[in-house]
């Protein structure tokens, strides 16, 4: 049950029991984040960019944004000044973000497989990247060019031939997105640039416009983050581009017991809450004692942080609780059941405990991995799935922007061996023309044979 008592996060207690996957479904705190309600109000808006292409960008972007961009594609020459004019600091955090998501994400590139099925029959599995992608940079309560950096990386290194980023237009920047993205997109050679946001981005990435003579072409693919609009239209638009992932309200949860420190897991919720009022921050404990200290140490960092009133909606919303356990193994079963975007591991023999976990966008090991690590340079990817979907589907990778395409060769010998198989199969499936395809070919075989 909950507890109703005036602490910063609430309380669930599971002692005494060891619910099921369905139970605990039901019972883990999750945010709200209807995107079929969106659908209704981001429809007119995908419609009128298939329709009218940039006319309808540009008046979106002043009903939704409040500005018009000076064009839609970023000039060069404003990509280069964002980045010359980038903070010393800021420059070499992004640049180090960068070295490392490349090597993390050059390892992940696959190598064509070639099977040899029969002597003159092989099947080859060739990975392909896609040929251009759409990569989302949101703008709102936050700057984000960490999220240019995550989506970009395993876009290049996959080997995507073409990529344009799309981030919103903002009025205190002249029409322009935030220097600081435009900047991280001037360091990683990014030369295609848009000024669009919101649901109208991801039509344009889907239907590609026209500007000033010159066609701006459609994405294959389009991922990235952001708000429950560009999920919508994601979800709308799905099957005329591909997509990563529909995006949710961020989430961590912490899987903890007595040796784990107060002060780095109240830390750590407070961390992710300042993202957004609807951010999910959740603990799992069997120790009642850490359960008390982390609430004191949130009342101290919550009235401390910069963002509190964000920070305090989040904690004290139905999506964030501290969830009370009788041992780490019913803990392991509640974390596995909520398949958290961010899951950390502050328990004794924390290895040993994250290498039983099945679901999660990121696992992090140990006190010293915090959240925010992976959000900047631990090398890993920080566009992970939400909303419990990370016990399907994974976080952007290299293997998200391939293909992979089934290269078939066989030669006559090896038809012949095998046509009787398929033409019996063909006519068991009541499909006769093709086992007649193999027949036409090798017209001796027999069905069966």
Request: hydrophobic residues 45%.
């Amino acid at each position: 049950m909950t507890d109703s008592t005036s602490r910063v996060i609430a309380r669930l207690d599971l002692r005494g029991s060891r619910p099921g996957l369905r139970e605990l479904r039901a019972a883990v705190p999750r945010a709200e984040f209807d995107v079929e309600a969106a659908l209704g109000a981001v429809r007119p808006v995908v419609e009128d960019v298939r329709d009218r292409g940039a006319a309808a960008l540009l008046e979106a972007s002043e009903r939704f944004d409040g500005v018009a961009p000076p064009s839609l594609r970023v000039p060069a020459d404003v990509v280069a000044a964002a980045a010359d004019s980038l903070d010393p600091a800021v420059r070499a955090a992004l640049e180090e973000s960068i070295r490392r998501a490349r090597v993390v994400h050059r390892d992940q590139r696959r190598t064509d497989t070639s099977t040899r099925v029969v002597d003159g029959g092989t099947v080859t599995e060739r990975w392909v990247p896609v040929d251009r992608v759409g990569l989302y940079v949101p703008g709102g309560r936050a700057v984000y060019p960490s999220s240019v950096v995550m989506n970009v990386v395993p876009a290049q290194e996959a080997g995507v031939p073409s990529l344009v980023v799309a981030s919103p237009p903002q009025r205190d920047n002249g029409g322009w997105p935030h220097p600081t993205i435009l900047a991280a997109c001037a360091l990683l050679g990014v030369d295609e640039v848009w000024a669009v946001g919101g649901a109208q981005a991801v039509a344009a990435f889907a239907y590609g416009f026209e500007e000033d003579g010159v066609v701006r072409e459609p994405a294959s693919l389009v991922t990235g983050p952001g708000n429950v609009y560009v999920t919508a239209a994601k979800r709308m638009l799905m099957g005329v581009i591909g997509i990563d992932s529909e995006a949710g309200p961020t989430e961590i949860a912490v899987l903890a017991d007595d040796t784990a420190d107060a002060e780095h897991v109240a830390s750590d919720l407070v961390s992710q809450a300042e993202h957004d009022p609807l951010a999910a921050a959740v603990l799992v404990t069997d120790s009642p004692a850490l359960a008390d200290a982390v609430d004191e140490a949130l009342a101290r960092r919550v009235a401390a942080t910069k963002h509190t009133e964000r920070v305090a909606e989040a904690l004290s919303g139905r999506q964030s609780a501290i969830v009370l356990v009788d041992d780490v193994e019913v803990g392991l079963d509640v974390v596995n059941a909520y398949a958290a975007e961010h899951l950390e591991i502050q328990t004794a023999d924390a290895a040993a405990v994250a290498a039983r976990v099945r679901n999660a966008g990121a696992v992090f090991v140990g006190p010293f991995a915090p959240v925010s690590l992976g959000d900047y340079c631990a090398g890993s990817n920080h566009v992970l799935p939400t909303g419990g979907c990370a016990c399907h589907s994974s976080g952007l990778s290299v293997q998200s922007f391939l293909r992979g395409i089934h290269v078939v060769e066989y030669d006559e010998a090896a038809l012949r061996d095998v046509g009787g198989h398929v033409v019996t199969l063909a006519r068991a499936e009541d499909l006769p023309a093709h086992g007649e395809a193999v027949l036409a070919r090798v017209p001796d075989v027999e069905p069966g044979a």
